[in-house]
C-alpha cells in the first residue's frame, strides 16, 4: 500500500513538472512581449533573452502618445458598450418571444435565427461595404455598432432562449395572475432568474467586439476613430524600425484583457465556452 | 378534449402576441445580412467597381473563379491545408493538456487560466506578438532556432514561401488551444469514475484506458472541437492579414484574405463577391460533411 501512494505521488510530482514547463512555454510570449516593452533598442538585440536592467517605462509612455492608444481604448470601449448593450436590448425581447413561440411559427422562425450563425461576415463583407457607403455609414461609429449588432444578435438570441427556457412557467402564471403584463414579467421574473446567460452573453458579445479586427478594417479609415485593434495592426508598419516602441503598445494592447480575464476568469471561461460558435 | 375547439385559436393568439417580441431581431438581420445577401449575389454576376453601375456578365466571375484564377487555387488549397493541419493539431494539443490536467488532483486551476488566457486575446494583439517573434535578429523563435543550430539569426520563418503558413499555425495553435481543452476538460468531468476502477481491476493500463474509455467517449467533444476549428479556419484572415498580408508571393493568402485585396486593393467587386460565395460553398459542404460523418461516429458512442 505504501509503495502504490509512492508511486502516485511520484507521478503527481511528474504531473506538475510537465504542466509547469508547458505553462512557462505558453505564458513565454506574453513574458517576452512585457519584457521586450521595458527595455532599450540596445538592449533588445544584444540581450533578446535577459531581463531588462534597468526596467523603463519610457517605450510604453513614447508608444500611448505616439500611437494614439487612449484615443483608440476610447472607441474601442464606447463601440463594446453602445454594441453589447444594444445586443442585449434587441436578444432578450426575442428570446423571450422564441421560449413562447409555439408551433408551427416556433420551427420555422428557430431555423431561421440559425442561419445567420452559418455564415461568416467574410461572405457579405463585399455588398455590406458598398451599401454602407451608400448610406453615408463608412467611418462612423454607428456604421460599426451596426455591423456588430448585427453579427452577435442572431447568436445571443439562441444563448438567451435557452436561459430563458430553463426558467420555471409556473413563476410567470403567479406573476400574471397577480395582473403583471409581459414586459413586467420579463423585466422582474425572467431576467433576474437568467442572470448567468445574460452575464454569459455579455462576456462572450465584449470580447468579439472588442477583439474584432475584420469589422472596422473594413468600415474605418480616419486614424481618429480606429478601435485598439486598428491601432495595433497598424503598429507594426509604422514602428517596424522602432521596435521597443511597438513593443510598449503592444504591452498596453495585451495587459488589460489579461487582468480583466484574471479578476474574472471563471466566467470569461463559462462564457467564452459557451460563446464559441460565435468565433 | 373539451377544449380541442378553443385551443387552436388561443395558440394562434400568442402565437401573434410572441410574433411581436421576435420581429425587431429579425427586422435587423433581414437589413443587414439578407439584403447584403441577395445585393451579393446581383454583385456577383456583374464585373464592377462597386461605384458605378456594372455590366451584367452572367456566370463568368464564377467560370474565372473555378477555372482560370491561379493565385485564387492556390489561395483555395492554402486554406483547406491549413485547416487540416489545424484539425489535428487543436485536438491533439488540446486533448493532451486536458489528459494532463484532469490526472492533477490538487492545483489545476493554474494552469487552465495560463492555458485559456490567449484565448482571451485579440488576433491583432497575438498576431502582431508571433510576427515579432519570428523576427530577424531579436525574435524568440529566430534565436531559439538559431541556439539549435537550424537557422540564421537573420533568416525569418515568415519571409520564406516553405514555412510562412506553418510560422502562422504555430500563433493560431497558441491562441486556440487552451479553449479545446477547456471544452475536452467539460467532456471528462462527464464520463464515470466506475469506468476507470473497473478497467483497473482487469488490469488495462493508462494508455489501454485512454483508447477504450477516454477517447469513445470523448468523440462528441471531438466534433465540437473539428467543426469549430473547420469554421474558425476555413474563413481566417485576421492572423494572416496582420503577419503576412498574404505574402510571400501567395504562399500565406487565404480565401478570405485573397477576397479582400480583390475587393478593396484592386476594386474587382463582382468578382470577389462571387469568391466568397465559392467560400460559402465550401463551407457548407465541409459542415455537411463533418456532420454526416463525424457526428454519427459520436452519437453511435452515446447512444
Known amino acids: 500500500m505504501s509503495r502504490l501512494l509512492h508511486r502516485g505521488a511520484r507521478i503527481q510530482l511528474l504531473l506538475h513538472a510537465s504542466l509547469a514547463c508547458l505553462s512557462v512555454i505558453w505564458a513565454y510570449p506574453v513574458i517576452w512581449t512585457l519584457t521586450n516593452s521595458l527595455k532599450t533598442t540596445g538592449e533588445l538585440y544584444s540581450a533578446p533573452w535577459s531581463l531588462p536592467n534597468p526596467p523603463r517605462l519610457e517605450n510604453i509612455a513614447n508608444a500611448w502618445m505616439q500611437g494614439q492608444l487612449g484615443l483608440a481604448l476610447l472607441n474601442s470601449a464606447y463601440v463594446t458598450v453602445v454594441s453589447v448593450s444594444l445586443i442585449l436590448l434587441f436578444a432578450a425581447p426575442a428570446a423571450f418571444g422564441f421560449a413562447r413561440l409555439k408551433l408551427p411559427l416556433h420551427a420555422v422562425l428557430g431555423l431561421a435565427i440559425l442561419v445567420p450563425l452559418m455564415i461568416p461576415s467574410e461572405i457579405i463583407m463585399v455588398p455590406l461595404f458598398v451599401m454602407f457607403r451608400v448610406l453615408g455609414l463608412l467611418n462612423t461609429r454607428e456604421g460599426l455598432i451596426s455591423l456588430e449588432v448585427a453579427s452577435g444578435v442572431a447568436f445571443a438570441s439562441v444563448v438567451l432562449t435557452t436561459f430563458f427556457r430553463a426558467v420555471p412557467r409556473d413563476l410567470e402564471d403567479a406573476a400574471r395572475i397577480d395582473g403583471a403584463h409581459s414586459a413586467q414579467v420579463l423585466r422582474h421574473i425572467i431576467l433576474p432568474l437568467a442572470g448567468p446567460g445574460i452575464a454569459a452573453v455579455t462576456v462572450f458579445e465584449s470580447v468579439f467586439v472588442w477583439n474584432d479586427y475584420f469589422g472596422p478594417l473594413i468600415l474605418i479609415q480616419k486614424p481618429e476613430l480606429f478601435t485598439v485593434q486598428l491601432t495595433i495592426g497598424n503598429f507594426s508598419n509604422f514602428y517596424a524600425t522602432d521596435q521597443v516602441v511597438l513593443f510598449g503598445g503592444l504591452a498596453i494592447a495585451v495587459v488589460p484583457p489579461l487582468v480583466v480575464f484574471a479578476l474574472l476568469q471563471r466566467s470569461f471561461t463559462d462564457g467564452l465556452t459557451i460563446g464559441a460558435s460565435r468565433y | ?303
Open chain 2, 1 to 303: 378534449m373539451v377544449f380541442a375547439a378553443t385551443k387552436p385559436r388561443r395558440v394562434h393568439l400568442e402565437n401573434a402576441r410572441n410574433l411581436l417580441w421576435v420581429l425587431p431581431v429579425f427586422a435587423l438581420l433581414a437589413g443587414v445580412l439578407v439584403y447584403p445577401l441577395a445585393s451579393g449575389l446581383l454583385l456577383s454576376l456583374q464585373r464592377t467597381t462597386g461605384s458605378a453601375q456594372g455590366e451584367f456578365v452572367g456566370l463568368e466571375n464564377y467560370v474565372e473563379a473555378v477555372y482560370g484564377d491561379g493565385t485564387f487555387h492556390q489561395a483555395v488549397g492554402n486554406t483547406v491545408a491549413f485547416t487540416v493541419v489545424a484539425i489535428v493539431l487543436q485536438t491533439g494539443v488540446g486533448l493532451l493538456l486536458a489528459v494532463l490536467i484532469s490526472e492533477v488532483r490538487r492545483g489545476r486551476l493554474p494552469y487552465r487560466m495560463i492555458f485559456f488566457a490567449p484565448v482571451v486575446l485579440s488576433a491583432a494583439a497575438v498576431g502582431s506578438v508571433w510576427q515579432w517573434m519570428y523576427a530577424p535578429y531579436f525574435g524568440l523563435f529566430t534565436n531559439a532556432l538559431a541556439a539549435l543550430g537550424l537557422t540564421e539569426v537573420s533568416s525569418s520563418l515568415l519571409a520564406s514561401q516553405s514555412t510562412a503558413l506553418w510560422a502562422i499555425m504555430g500563433a493560431f495553435v497558441w491562441r486556440w488551444a487552451g479553449f479545446n481543452t477547456v471544452i475536452y476538460l467539460a467532456g471528462m468531468q462527464s464520463i464515470p469514475k466506475e469506468y476507470y476502477e473497473a478497467a483497473m481491476i482487469e488490469g488495462a493500463g493508462g494508455l489501454r484506458r485512454f483508447r477504450h474509455i477516454t477517447w469513445p467517449l470523448l468523440l462528441p467533444y471531438t466534433y465540437t472541437v473539428v467543426l469549430l476549428t473547420t469554421m474558425g479556419t476555413l474563413r481566417i484572415f485576421d492572423l494572416m492579414w496582420i503577419m503576412t498580408q498574404g505574402g510571400p508571393a501567395h504562399a500565406t493568402e487565404t480565401i478570405a484574405t485573397y477576397i479582400f485585396t480583390t475587393a478593396f486593393r484592386f476594386l474587382r467587386i463582382g468578382y470577389a463577391q462571387s469568391l466568397a460565395f465559392v467560400l460559402l460553398a465550401l463551407v457548407a459542404l465541409l459542415t455537411l460533411l463533418l456532420t454526416l460523418t463525424l457526428r454519427k461516429r459520436a452519437n453511435q458512442v452515446v447512444g
